[in-house]
């Protein structure tokens, strides 16, 4: 299993709202990744997860609350988000980043977010 | 500030022809990736690259990675319809704490 599952694969939502975009891989590596990524833009990292713990944070905003609660998954909690938000929100794994190996990233297919 | 540079930003090509695809890049890695990207969709993993004068070929694609001069090239060869995509370059500048700075893409159409 070479994949990495993103759900939903569209979301709408509102200023107010509370939502979660979730992401499982289960190739074993340690490392998630959630990037964000606008039209005809390169896709830029926003956290990453190294053995469950938060290793990068690239100061995005507190209305996005990433969570790892095992190695297999990753959530992204959106609250209050505002309508420049509305991007692809990519989630990848890739394996252990403390050990020899290629670092290559896994992306699932994308979340698109669209925010009113 | 690290910097990633691909150019051309826009290449639109006949089939048959081959062109290069260049990768700039502002600090020293040793770890470069190409992704390939279709309108919509996610980022799919074409070439790891790892290594001063590393070359890989995967079809009509080859690439390649100079360290020295901060470069890597995407070369397609005879290029066909199903090649249409946008095209990044990824560059790993921290080993250990993986921090991926993708380039500035490359948009690539094919005409018949």
């Known amino acids: 299993d070479t994949e990495v599952t993103q759900t939903p694969k569209h979301l709408v939502m509102g200023m107010t709202n509370k939502k979660s975009l979730k992401c499982e891989q289960h190739?074993?590596?340690?490392?998630m990744y959630w990037y964000k990524q606008k039209a005809k833009k390169p896709p830029e990292l926003m956290f990453v997860y190294s053995y469950e713990k938060l290793s990068i944070n690239e100061s995005v905003p507190s209305r996005f609350s990433p969570e790892c609660p095992n190695s297999s998954l990753l959530n992204l909690h959106l609250h209050a988000l505002q309508p420049e938000d509305s991007a692809l929100y990519l989630c990848?794994?890739?394996?252990?980043?403390?050990?020899?190996?290629?670092?290559?990233?896994?992306f699932g297919e994308g979340s698109r977010l669209t925010v009113l | 500030e690290l910097k990633v540079e691909q150019n051309p930003l826009f290449l639109s090509m006949q089939e048959g022809k081959n062109y290069t695809i260049y990768c700039n890049y502002s600090?020293?890695?040793?770890?470069l990736y190409w992704y390939r990207q279709d309108p919509g969709k996610s980022l799919e993993s074409l070439f790891v690259?790892?290594?001063?004068?590393a070359v890989k070929q995967e079809g009509r694609l080859m690439a390649s990675l100079d360290t020295k001069a901060r470069l890597s090239t995407l070369h397609i060869t005879a290029a066909v319809h199903d090649l249409s995509a946008t095209y990044f370059c990824a560059v790993a500048f921290n080993f250990g704490n993986e921090k991926l700075t993708f380039g500035t893409g490359t948009r690539l159409t094919i005409i018949p």
């Open positions: 600090t020293t890695s040793d770890r």
């Open positions: 190739m074993g590596h340690r490392a």
């Open positions: 990848a794994s890739s394996q252990d980043l403390r050990t020899l190996n290629t670092g290559e990233l896994f």
């Open positions: 690259l790892l290594s001063n004068g």
